[in-house]
């Protein structure tokens, strides 16, 4: 049931009217709930109120603002503006003005249909296959699509409706795969951040470590070289205290023997001066000087070469898995070669006499010429033998050559034995 155009116009104006009694004066729109009611009876927002609010600084909990309409000035307590009593009339009101609001207002227009536009008022009720367009049915009996392939635009409609839903539905879940993905990726990341910040600690640590290692020592080095200069620089000022005590006891004889020349007299010269020469001849004749070992200051037994650690360091790297290498058919080892086992020098006697020198010096140029001998005999057993086995008498050539070598030791023993024998008999 529609109302009377006067009756419509009369409401219309009476809901203006009503809505400027509800304008805040702040925001300039209708009061937006929970109003509050101001001492001097004006209303506003909560929302405006708490923008006006301004606590005081001197004291704790209490704060002012004017009234925008009276500029009346609101003592506020320490509740600031919630503590303002809501005016649940002007609510109320509120409510009744929007709800009449809403019932006057005309209901919305349906939505035109759209029409031919060579035949007015024909609605467009099918669809040229041909053409791709809607159109109407006297374009098809009497207009250009007379000739062209048409179908009901309700069964295009729903089988458009159909394909774009089925595509969204392809999309959406393309979307969500792709999501999905991305989700990954963002975690993959954390992990690497997470991995490389618990690797460069295990690296770092690792160069602490090795740190750690080389200041540890650097200190023992450096406690040995000051160990053997404190021994050394401690012998070397007891020698010098030592000559210089003795040295200022020949002095003082020196100034006593020339105190005694200088005497006019010869009873007292002739007196003193025995004692005077002999304690002259005994301070220059019985006095030796203790002289140090050629070098004796020298420390380049202390050299370090670390040319070849600098190097490994300045090579230090992550580790480098090897990539597997494809497996190669496995060929027949060859036969070793006779190698001459390497004669041991023998170590020389400490108990025995410097005498042994000579002998020892005499055993190792037989022992040396005898090696030669040695290695002479496996380069030629080394040429002839070009077949699997060298055989001489029966044997193989590895057992010639320890053979050789066990009688060569058995020399060696026999020497050492025959030269203490006669060191001992020298004694």
Known sequence: ???????C?????????????LICPICLEVFTKPVVMLPCLHNLCRKCANELYQPSLLKVGVGRFCCPSCRH??????????GLQRNLLVENIIDVYKQESASSR?????????????HDDEKLNIYCITCQVPTCS??????????????????????????????????????????????????????????????????????????AILDERRKIMTQQISYEEKEKTGWTQSLVQTYTSHLDTNSKLVQAALKAIEEPE????????????E???????????????????????????????????????FIKFEEEVEETPDEPEPEPECEPAPVPTPEPDPELDQDLKLEDSDMRNHIQETTENTWEQADICSDVKK?????????????????????????????????????????
């Open 266 to 277: 010869m009873a007292s010269f002739v007196q003193p001066s025995k004692d005077l020469i």
């Open 387 to 427: 077949e699997p086995v060298c055989e001489r008498h029966g044997f193989s050539t590895q057992q010639a050559v320890t053979l050789i070598f066990y009688f060569l030791c058995f020399l060696v023993i026999l020497q050492r034995v025959w030269g203490s024998i006669q060191c001992l008999i020298c004694l």
């Open 279 to 317: 304690k002259v001849c005994k301070a220059s004749t019985c006095f030796t000087l203790e002289t140090l070992e050629p070098g004796y200051e020298n420390m380049d037994h202390y050299k370090v070469d670390f040319r070849e650690e600098e190097r490994v360091l300045h090579q230090l790297d």
């Open 106 to 118: 005309p209901p919305p227009k349906p939505l035109a249909q759209p029409t031919c536009e060579e």
């Open 138 to 211: 006297l374009c098809k009996v009497f207009g250009a699509h007379k000739n062209c392939q048409v179908t009901p635009l309700s069964d295009v409609y729903g089988q458009q409706k159909t394909e774009l839903n089925d595509g969204v539905a392809i999309l959406v879940s393309t979307n969500d795969r792709v999501q999905a993905f991305i989700n990954e990726l963002e975690e993959i990341c954390r992990n690497i951040e997470e991995n490389s910040r618990i690797q460069k600690q295990i690296l770092c640590e690792k160069f602490d470590s090795m740190r």
């Open 1 to 7: 049931m529609s109302l009377p155009l006067d009756m």
């Open 9 to 21: 116009s009369d409401r219309r104006d009476s809901l203006g009217t009503l809505k400027k009694q």
């Open 73 to 82: 000035e609101v003592v506020l307590d320490r509740h600031g503006v919630y």
